[in-house]
């Protein structure tokens, strides 16, 4: 009885996020309340650094870690390219999977995935002190995995992708005093999910975990600050792409515009915006009463398309904005062109406009979207260029080796300077056969 009740609550909140009237009063409520908490944190840690007098400066950071280190009495090994030993802490849920390839191009890899053993991390949020219960019990098989692969290979460095809600603080750091490798965790979503609730004395985002770890990985420049003054080290890195599920297919153009992904927050209304204004767009996802595509088929969707539509606002905001694994899934795949939200981090890894398009409002995406309908070559040829630029910077794998030449697990062939790990210069064939890590002068 309780499970249908839950059930039918479900699809009512789900007939209710439908109807304009009903649901657009509370997201403007939702995204008043998110801006007001948003500065207010941001206003926090601008005068917790200033008054600290501290500045969030990379080869300061890179610095902090390699001293963190030493200071336990670790020195890293030096490993060639396809040699290093990973052990992950990431569920293999939802998008995950595309994490793990290039992963395993740096070398071997023990997974700890503990959606595997039968853990999912709603279980832990909602279920209470059972909830807690069964995180603890999840927490305690880490160590013993990880023990068990050092044993059989000197692991080089641990890769986490998770929350205060997942992974606990004492766990990381035991690993970090017994074994002494670097601890490196992920994080797309602080903006949204710094802190959290109190779930197990610990909060849910990274505000209590960051500083357990040896370098902290965060998508948004201004996190760093709030890093850094939460004594971690941070450094700034956006998502990647895997080359190999994302890709060019041999598919006709036959969709003018689409947007992939649920139907929430500020995204039901600029697409009703949008069709207001004449625009055929399509779209795909939960919550839009369409029916849900696979992997397989976005990847499909991303090169039928004559443009591709991202979002690039937070939640029900369009005005806070984040970088998102979107924006190099689709430009990776060479099908139609990426038109997204304008962001200042976005721009420092593409040349907007002739990699891929931005517009800062609806009145811009519209005007955008016409034009580049109208002048289809002029779209391909962005789209092509987007492509090229995400092969020679933009795969997991340049990420992965960003983090091991800051560990020292990569080497740099100039002494005293950083190394420059590039891909090996092959030329991408349509369909992207992945390349191999070498390192070499620049």
């Known amino acids: 009885m309780k499970e249908r009740v839950k059930v039918l609550l479900t699809r009512l909140k789900d007939a209710c996020r439908q109807v304009p009237w009903i649901v657009d009063p509370w997201r403007a409520l939702c995204r008043e309340r998110m801006h007001r908490d948003y500065r207010r944190r941001r206003e926090y840690y601008a005068g917790l650094i200033r008054d600290r007098g501290l500045v969030c400066r990379e080869s300061e950071v890179v610095g902090q870690i390699r001293q963190r280190m030493a200071d336990r009495g670790y020195s890293p090994t030096v490993r060639k390219p396809g040699e290093i030993h990973t052990f992950t802490f990431v569920p293999r849920r939802s998008w995950h999977p595309t994490l793990f390839p290039d992963l395993y191009e740096l070398g071997p890899v023990s997974e700890f995935d503990y959606a595997a053993h039968g853990y999912r991390v709603s279980q832990f949020r909602t279920c209470g002190a059972r909830g807690v219960r069964r995180r603890q019990e999840m927490n305690d098989m880490v160590l013993p995995a990880l023990r068990k692969a050092h044993a059989e290979r000197p692991v080089d460095w641990m890769f986490v992708y998770a929350r205060g809600e997942e992974i606990q603080a004492d766990v990381l750091r035991t690993v970090v005093d017994e074994l002494g490798i670097p601890v490196v965790n992920m994080c797309f979503?602080?903006?949204?999910?710094?802190?959290?609730?109190?779930?197990?004395?610990?909060?849910?985002?990274?505000?209590?975990?960051?500083?357990?770890?040896?370098?902290?990985?965060?998508?948004?420049?201004?996190?760093?600050?709030?890093?850094?003054?939460?004594?971690?080290?941070?450094?700034?890195?956006?998502?990647?792409?895997?080359?190999?599920?994302?890709?060019?297919?041999?598919?006709?153009?036959?969709?003018?515009?689409?947007?992939?992904?649920?139907?929430?927050?500020?995204?039901?209304?600029?697409?009703?915006?949008?069709?207001?204004?004449?625009?055929?767009?399509?779209?795909?996802?939960?919550?839009?009463?369409?029916?849900?595509?696979?992997?397989?088929?976005?990847?499909?969707?991303?090169?039928?398309?004559?443009?591709?539509?991202?979002?690039?606002?937070?939640?029900?905001?369009?005005?806070?904005?984040?970088?998102?694994?979107?924006?190099?899934?689709?430009?990776?795949?060479?099908?139609?062109?990426?038109?997204?939200?304008?962001?200042?981090?976005?721009?420092?890894?593409?040349?907007?406009?002739?990699?891929?398009?931005?517009?800062?409002?609806?009145d811009e995406m519209v005007e955008l979207i016409r034009h580049y309908l109208a002048h289809p070559e002029e779209a391909r040829e962005i789209a092509r260029r987007g492509r090229q630029r995400c092969l020679a910077e933009h795969r997991w794998l340049h990420r992965y080796a960003r983090v091991c030449r800051i560990l020292g697990i990569l080497p740099a062939e100039t002494a005293g300077a950083e190394p420059d790990l590039r891909l090996a210069e092959q030329p991408p064939t349509e369909y992207g056969e992945p390349d191999r890590l070498t390192a070499r002068s620049a």
């Open 189 to 362: 979503d602080d903006k949204q999910s710094w802190a959290g609730p109190v779930f197990g004395g610990q909060r849910t985002g990274q505000i209590d975990i960051a500083s357990a770890f040896d370098l902290s990985w965060t998508s948004s420049r201004m996190a760093c600050d709030w890093y850094l003054a939460e004594g971690a080290r941070p450094i700034y890195l956006p998502e990647g792409f895997d080359r190999n599920a994302y890709r060019p297919l041999p598919v006709d153009r036959d969709i003018p515009v689409s947007f992939i992904g649920a139907g929430y927050g500020c995204r039901p209304p600029i697409v009703r915006y949008l069709r207001r204004n004449k625009i055929p767009i399509r779209v795909y996802g939960s919550l839009w009463n369409t029916r849900w595509v696979s992997f397989d088929e976005q990847v499909e969707i991303f090169n039928r398309s004559q443009i591709n539509l991202g979002i690039g606002g937070i939640l029900t905001s369009e005005e806070l904005t984040n970088v998102k694994g979107r924006d190099f899934e689709v430009p990776a795949t060479g099908g139609g062109l990426y038109l997204t939200t304008f962001n200042p981090d976005l721009a420092q890894h593409f040349d907007i406009g002739r990699e891929i398009v931005c517009y800062r409002t609806r």
